[in-house]
């Protein structure tokens, strides 16, 4: 069985500036891939960043990266220059490689001041 | 445009009243998925598919149907709705298991009254 955690139900974090989004799993699985969703008060779910556990280097899509610790069970979020936008539910996510289940973190609440 | 469409988006109803949920996606993706979404839990997977009349259980199937005649659609039937099945409902479709990101419906707000 897979289990995600996340810790820290919300965050605030100042207008332009890095925050960081803990997340770690248990897993027995090999090889699994983990992933990271956003939930902005609309309520849609929008796909940030996948990391494979095989991947040699962390993944990064544009202000989104990922600080995966393999040893340490982490996958970390970091969203850098933070914006108004950003503002929202962080969730992370796992799966298997070649599994069909998915399973998600509690999520994180992230809210940007100006 | 790419998308997964779900209906209704809102939904009040009464315990026993059989409902059904619809979900179809336009992507030709062989994945399908439904998850529940309760305050302080995150998402947990209901059921999924793995392709047209393949489909399993995920980590919480009680009270819930689904079936897979074809590609596109992938419908949550609740037989006998009950007051703890209220909840916002997420359909999700994806190229395929694993890696594959998934996309996701708008949502459906279920009250069971």
């Known amino acids: 069985a897979q289990k995600i955690t996340q810790t820290q139900p919300g965050m605030f974090v100042q207008e332009k500036e890095a925050v960081t989004l803990d997340c770690t799993y248990d897993?027995?699985?090999?090889?699994?891939?983990l992933f990271w969703y956003k939930q902005p008060s609309s309520g849609e779910m929008i796909f940030l960043i996948y990391q494979g556990s095989y991947d040699e280097q962390n993944a990064t899509e544009g202000r989104y990266s990922l600080n995966f610790q393999k040893a340490r069970k982490s996958a970390n979020l970091v969203i850098s220059a933070s914006q108004l936008g950003d503002s929202a539910m962080y969730f992370c996510?796992?799966?298997?490689?070649?599994?069909?289940?998915?399973?998600f973190g509690a999520g994180t609440t992230v809210t940007v001041r100006a | 445009e790419a998308q997964v469409t779900q209906n209704p988006r809102y939904l009040i109803t009464v315990t026993g009243k059989k409902l059904t949920v619809t979900c179809s996606q336009n992507m030709n993706h062989e994945y399908m998925s439904w998850y529940r979404q309760d305050p302080g839990l995150g998402l947990r997977q209901i059921y999924y598919s793995m392709n047209v009349e393949v489909t399993d259980k995920g980590d919480v199937p009680e009270g819930y149907k689904v079936s897979r005649k074809e590609k596109r659609n992938f419908p949550l039937i609740l037989e006998s709705p009950s007051p703890n099945q209220t909840s916002l409902y997420f359909c999700a479709s994806a190229r395929g298991g694993g890696a594959y990101e998934q996309y996701f419906g708008p949502g459906t707000r279920l009250t069971v009254t």
């Open positions: 996510a796992m799966t298997g490689i070649n599994d069909y289940k998915l399973s």
């Open positions: 897993t027995s699985d090999q090889s699994y891939g």
